[in-house]
């Protein structure tokens, strides 16, 4: 776990609305081996999001530097960033955002669209994911016809398909039971351990926070190591 | 072509919405095909013209009658290949509702000078052959349901016989076609010389003159010599493309070709105001859907041909339905117009220009919408999910 998947140097990102300047985050270090299973922890409007913006390139730092699997992410031009963030990032969101006109399987090719692949090798890939996230029997089904722990299973998939090394999730599990979001978690550890993925998880939930490796703290712009209860 | 489902599932995300607008793009583009093909026919046949071809007529007015004896003269003008002559004969078939062009001509020559229309050997040495025959095109055979040795009877509106008759009976020995599908056969043919002999007056006389022009002589040269033979005689003429022609006769109907563009201007300002606001709430609608395209990777070429695609896909889906519709319907009208309005004709440059003007449509009713998802902020957009 030495080798170093991301990295953050003196990050500070300061909104400005009109007059005010909000700086969300205050020049901020952080490094994250890779295979790290991180969950971020803070209260409401302390930035989590906004550093996990940061790190999937959707945003971009006011000052410092987010480098991550090698690729310096704030030099880089909008088109670049999706460009990387398609093959590099996974995504996995508190509300799932399927597409609700595609079934399950194509929900999950659609960042293979991007690819060169051929099509039967698309839905082969997409199948595979899906079966990953043991969702293979619904893969037909459009999004209204599954549960929120089916949907985020299939929001996982997509995020796995193309094979990223780092997947960003924000509050993975915030709209969902006790029961069904240990799943996605355990999914998510799975994931983690068996498929080499580098999690980092924004979460509220401190039962959530502990099938991460570590946690830490975010407030008032700084991260502090929380110590494993 | 790997992104055809998404837009397709997405075209269809409200199926109401877009077969409504699918029944908008439908009705403007049938009215399009209808009012195009009309106005073909309203332009009459200059977009069938042959350049080669020149009409030699009265330089005072085109119902002025023109010597016969000029014919030689033309014929033997250089850059002249051979010359041929019609006369406007304009009677009626029973009724005079029944009116359509008849013309005396010398059908060898006539024949020549007109090589897209096609009649069997046999029928043509038949009317030859015959004094009295004449022959017409498959338009009008269709509309009166005449077949080959029915006798014609037709009534004349301005040529009286010399016996004082105003009935000419024609043997129908021959019925003719045309390669071109833009050309209208809705015409009869006969012999001059028939004509010639029985009319009461203007004898010696044809109404104008066709002539090709030589391969590689200048058309323009030609007519000019041509009207330069017959300056300060008793008949100067007047030598032009058989197009310039055509669109001398059809000027008058310049006004409703404004018309026409008009009403399909206003047709098609409404169907961009309606498609166009139906693309922008439907991407309105899908703003988070569309920063989740944008944040797996969708970049701004992506995204713009992702919603561009959208509304260019509904154009066609309306607009070749109608145009094809309309095609079927300009089938029925130019067969039943044949005798009033020949040439009523759906044109491969309407149909491709309707094609355009779709995609055109499509651009113009997505570009705004378009524009809106390309330079969406990923982080606004998810914050608002
Ligand atoms: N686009 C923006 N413009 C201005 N201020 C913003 C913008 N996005 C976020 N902020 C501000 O930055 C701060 C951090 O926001 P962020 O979304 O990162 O918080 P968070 O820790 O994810 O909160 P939550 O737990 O509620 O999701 C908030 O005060 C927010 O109001
Ligand atoms: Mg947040």
């Known amino acids: ?229 | 072509m790997k992104y055809f489902r998404l837009i397709w599932k997405n075209a269809w995300r409200k199926k109401i919405r877009t077969s409504l607008t699918i029944l908008s793009v439908f009705v403007a583009f049938l009215l399009f095909a209808l009012l195009s093909a009309i106005g073909f026919a309203f332009r009459g046949g200059v977009d069938v013209a042959d350049a080669e071809r020149l009409i030699v007529i009265d330089k005072i007015s085109l119902i002025n009658p023109i010597p016969i004896s000029y014919l030689n003269r033309i014929a033997a003008t250089e850059g002249v290949e051979f010359v041929t002559h019609a006369s406007w004969f304009g009677g009626y078939y029973q009724e005079p509702r029944n009116q359509f062009g008849q013309f005396p001509v010398n059908p060898q020559t006539y024949f020549n000078m007109y090589p897209e229309f096609n009649m069997p050997a046999e029928q043509f040495e038949a009317f030859k052959s015959n004094r009295s025959g004449a022959v017409v095109g498959q338009e009008l055979a269709d509309t009166y349901g005449w077949k080959i040795g029915d006798r014609i009877p037709i009534q004349a509106t301005i040529w009286t016989k010399a016996d004082g008759g105003r009935t000419w009976e024609f043997d129908l020995e021959g019925i003719f076609s045309t390669d071109d599908p833009r050309g209208s056969t809705a015409l009869m043919l006969f012999q001059y010389d028939y004509f010639e002999e029985a009319r009461a007056f203007a004898k010696g006389t044809v109404g104008w003159y066709i002539l090709r022009v030589a391969k590689g002589a200048d058309p323009v040269r030609v007519a000019n010599a041509i009207d330069l033979q017959f300056a300060n005689s008793p008949n100067e003429t007047k030598t032009s493309t058989e197009a310039a022609f055509a669109q001398s006769f059809t000027k008058q109907f310049g006004n409703i070709a404004l018309i026409v563009t008009l009403i399909l201007g206003a047709v098609f300002f409404t169907l961009l105001l309606v498609s166009g606001n139906t693309m922008s709430q439907s991407v309105r609608e899908r703003i988070p859907e569309l920063a989740v395209l944008k944040t797996l990777g969708f970049g701004d070429r992506g995204m713009l041909g992702i919603v561009l695609a959208e509304s260019i896909l509904i154009m066609l889906m309306g607009g070749l339905l109608g145009l094809g519709v309309g095609w079927v319907l300009v089938q029925g009208i130019a067969k039943g117009m044949a005798a009033f309005l020949p040439g009523v004709y759906l044109s491969p440059a309407a149909i491709a220009g309707g094609v355009a003007m779709m995609i055109g449509a499509g651009i113009l009713a997505g570009i705004f919408p378009a524009l809106t998802a390309m330079r969406l902020s990923i982080i606004d957009a998810l914050a608002r999910a």
């Open chain 1, 1 to 229: 776990m030495s080798e170093i998947l991301a990295r953050l140097e003196g990050v500070s990102r300061i909104y400005q609305k009109g007059k005010e300047r909000v700086e969300v985050l205050h020049e901020l270090d952080l490094q994250i081996p890779k295979g790290d299973f991180i969950a971020i922890m803070g209260p409401s409007g302390s930035g989590k999001t906004t550093l996990l913006n940061l790190l999937g390139g959707l945003d971009k730092p006011t000052a410092g530097t987010v480098t991550v699997g090698g690729a310096e992410l704030s030099s880089m031009s909008n088109n670049q960033l999706s460009h990387w963030r398609s093959t590099n990032i996974g995504f996995i969101f508190q509300f799932y955002n399927l597409l609700p006109v595609l079934t399950a399987l194509r929900n999950v090719e659609l960042p293979l669209l991007l690819t060169d692949f051929s099509s039967k090798e698309r839905v082969k890939r997409a199948s595979i994911a899906l079966d990953i996230v043991g969702l293979a029997d619904r893969a037909k089904h459009y999004p209204r016809e599954l549960s929120g722990g089916q949907e985020q299973r299939v929001a996982i998939a997509r995020a796995i398909v193309s094979d990223p090394s780092l997947l960003l999730c924000d509050e993975p599990t915030g709209d969902l039971d006790r029961e069904t979001a240990d799943e996605i978690l355990r999914l998510l550890q799975v994931l983690n351990r068996e498929h080499g993925k580098t999690i980092v998880m924004v979460t509220h939930d401190a039962q959530a926070a502990d099938f991460a490796n570590r946690s830490l703290h975010c407030d008032k712009g700084t991260l502090e190591a929380k110590e494993a209860a």
